[in-house]
């Protein structure tokens, strides 16, 4: 069931539990997403970088597909097809191409900009039904060529922004995009509380999701945070499933090179990492 993403953050908030954002890449990543979703009884965002938009030919195949996918395998828990880290243009892209929730990433740009930008957008995505992510501080690691370092975001800055009427908001508290260094301080929690100080029951977005300890992703949930991003770590479970596979010689076994068993095994990876998360999360059965 396709909706925008900002009543089942609004419950997550009030119930104290996060939803998963999983990033998509293809149709296998879909489809173990979405069914793992529905096996569990849980919302779920999908999350499409603009890289990913691109791969996968321009987000208008990636909303069809997602649309005919849903109708498809009957889902009926909440589902949100969501822009990820999104430039100004790539908004309204995926605006038109039937996205029902968007990203706008100014947090590169000075802040009167993405406080300029971030207001507009607001206006059209809420006209439109579509909820609204912002971002304000830098979330480190580089996405989409988007380089940042990690920089905690300001308190009265997210306050601002949080004001123009965001759905829910990401702010950079420590948290990197990828795999975290051995020297990784982790997450800044007294940024955290203060933002939440701030912004009140806006549901906040932890970006970076791939390998913050349990003990911390829990500690955020409990101050505030609703929404946990998670893609690097479906990407290499699925590598490392598949290389299982050939490396075992399996492609050449029978019928073993035919695409649909050569993916079988990192499907199947996916959706065992997307159930992990979702229980870590408290997701489950909050459909």
């Not at 993403?5 to 908030?13: N, R, S, V």
């Not at 309204?92 to 590169?108: E, N």
Request: charged share 20%; net charge negative.
């Amino acid at each position: 069931m396709l909706v925008n993403a900002a009543e089942m953050l609004q419950k997550a908030q009030a119930g104290h539990y996060a939803v998963g954002q999983f990033n998509i890449n293809n149709l296998e990543w879909t489809k173990a997403v979405l069914l793992t979703a529905q096996e569990l009884n849980s919302p779920v965002i999908l999350g499409v970088s603009m890289g990913a938009g691109k791969y996968m030919t321009g987000y208008k195949t990636v909303a069809a597909m997602v649309k005919a996918m849903d109708e498809s395998l009957g889902i009926t828990v909440p589902v949100a097809l969501h822009l990820d880290h999104g430039e100004y243009d790539a908004c309204y892209d995926c605006i038109k191409a039937g996205f029902t929730s968007i990203m706008f990433d100014g947090s590169h740009l000075p802040f009167e900009e993405n406080f300029a930008k971030t207001t507009e957008l607001v206006a059209v995505a809420h006209k439109l039904g579509l909820s609204i992510e912002a971002e304000v501080g830098s979330i480190g690691g580089e996405e989409d060529g988007v380089v940042g370092a990690g920089e905690c975001a300001d308190p009265d800055e997210c306050k601002k922004i949080a004001d123009l009427g965001v759905d829910f908001l990401a702010a950079g508290i420590g948290n990197i995009h990828g795999v975290y260094p051995d020297n990784w301080a982790g997450l800044s929690f007294d940024t955290l509380a203060a933002i939440k100080d701030k912004t009140g029951d806006m549901p906040l977005v932890l970006h970076g999701g791939t390998g913050i300890p349990d003990d911390q992703i829990a500690k955020a949930i409990s101050l505030g945070v609703s929404k946990i991003n998670v893609n690097t770590e479906c990407q290499l479970v699925f590598a490392e499933a598949t290389r299982e596979y050939i490396e075992a010689g399996k492609d050449q076994q029978g019928k073993g090179f035919d695409p649909r068993k050569l993916l079988a095994p990192g499907f199947e990876a996916i959706k065992a990492k997307v159930k992990e998360k979702m229980e870590l999360f408290g997701s489950v059965n909050k459909a």
